[in-house]
């Protein structure tokens, strides 16, 4: 496990260049464009004969210096802002993959991003095969001669499984293949899969790395190469983050490091009391001994992140119960926020998939997945404590 041990001060000190006015914080470049000095100007910049900006589409000093930090805290080469996490996510895979191109998955993925997979990427013939994330031992039967990507969320959303990023990229060293890890639940202060030989790593900044649950905006980082030709694709294409929501999430990283600290402290003690409740049938989170992979987490990851999913005995409709019996945490899809938020994937947000397939994704009937905020730890364990007597 390597953690580069000037974390916070590469998030605080990782700035724009300071104006003539010589401001302490980045101020915020509100414009949609930018002006030439001269025609020559105009023309090599253009023809990227100089680094510098040309329209906010492209690039901006705040979707620049966020994208700098990501950057720095990921290890990575390079990489590009975009409006959402989805909008990163598809804009990447819409780059790298051709028609009759193929994709190997985990089948433990986000809604949307299994969405993208099942419904849209078959119209252009794009296939996906999705592998078990607690069998690794048969990722490999699943890859075709027009495999391109190998794609997988550690830790898994909602299911919070964990999958050993290393045995990840050997596999897709061994077949050519790019390897894409979508970090959001880790931050890059918590797993840096880089480090482990992934290719790319994406985010969804609107969840821990905004941290208040106040804008949207994702990114993706990792190998030059590979970011040149997504950056191209989305400069024409259009899906950049608003400078002002750059400005926001830059700020935010100035604080992720002390942010997470308290998030997972949190999480543990809720676990751990969830674990004791005769009413949860099953824990995980990725730092409780109980977890199937808590090895392969301590290896790969500083801390257990946010988020614990348990099982509340009585099916769907004790975890609809259990939703309404809340009363100081929010119920929301989001995560990542300040305040403890609690979903019930099974009635809600993983509705639409088949039984077989909500299963295949860890998502059992009484599933509940929780986010875990930074009010008192007491006052979040007291209200799931009083919601799951009466579920």
């Not at 030709?229 to 400005?247: H, K, Q, V």
Request: a negative charge.
């Amino acid at each position: 496990m390597i953690f580069d041990e000037h974390f916070e001060t590469r998030a605080i000190r990782t700035q724009t260049e300071r104006t003539q006015y010589l401001e302490h914080s980045v101020p915020l470049y509100l414009t949609s464009s930018f002006i030439f000095e001269d025609a020559e100007d105009m023309r090599a910049s253009f023809a990227e004969e100089k680094d510098r900006n040309i329209y906010s589409r492209f690039s901006n000093p705040n979707t620049s210096e966020f994208v700098e930090k990501m950057c720095v805290m990921e290890g990575a080469e390079d990489g590009f802002a975009f409006a959402t996490g989805m909008a990163a996510v598809y804009s990447t895979f819409a780059t790298l993959l051709n028609s009759n191109d193929h994709i190997l998955s985990a089948s433990s993925v986000f809604g949307s991003t299994h969405t993208l997979f099942t419904k849209y990427f078959p119209k252009w013939n794009i296939s996906t095969s999705y592998f078990d994330i607690n069998k690794p031992e048969t990722i490999e039967s699943f890859i075709q001669p027009n495999t391109k990507i190998i794609y997988a969320e550690s830790p898994t959303n909602p299911a919070v499984d964990i999958i050993d990023l290393e045995v990840l990229s050997a596999i897709a060293k061994k077949h050519n293949l790019i390897l894409i890890i979508d970090n959001c639940f880790a931050t890059p202060y918590l797993q840096n899969p880089i480090q482990f030989g992934a290719d790319l790593v994406i985010h969804s900044a609107t969840k821990l790395i905004d941290g208040q649950g106040r804008v949207m905006g994702g990114v993706v980082v990792g190998k030059q190469e590979l970011i040149r030709e997504i950056y191209l694709f989305s400069r024409n294409t259009g899906p950049a983050l608003s400078p002002f929501n750059a400005w926001v999430l830059s700020k935010s990283l100035e604080t992720l490091a002390v942010r997470l600290e308290k998030h997972c402290e949190n999480a543990l003690k809720v676990a751990e009391f969830l674990e004791s409740n005769a009413n949860v049938k099953l824990v995980k989170y990725p730092f409780l001994k109980s977890h199937p992979q808590y090895q392969i987490a301590k290896k790969q990851m500083r801390l257990g992140g946010n988020i614990v999913a348990f099982e509340v005995k009585g099916g769907i409709e004790a975890g609809r119960t259990f939703l309404d019996k809340i009363k100081l945490c929010s119920l929301s899809a989001n995560l990542g926020d300040t305040r403890t938020i609690v979903t019930h994937p099974a009635s809600t947000t993983h509705s639409k998939l088949t039984v077989e397939e909500r299963l295949a994704a860890s998502i059992t009937d009484g599933l509940v997945r929780v986010s875990v905020g930074l009010e008192t730890v007491s006052d979040i364990i007291a209200d799931l404590q009083q919601a799951l007597e009466k579920s």
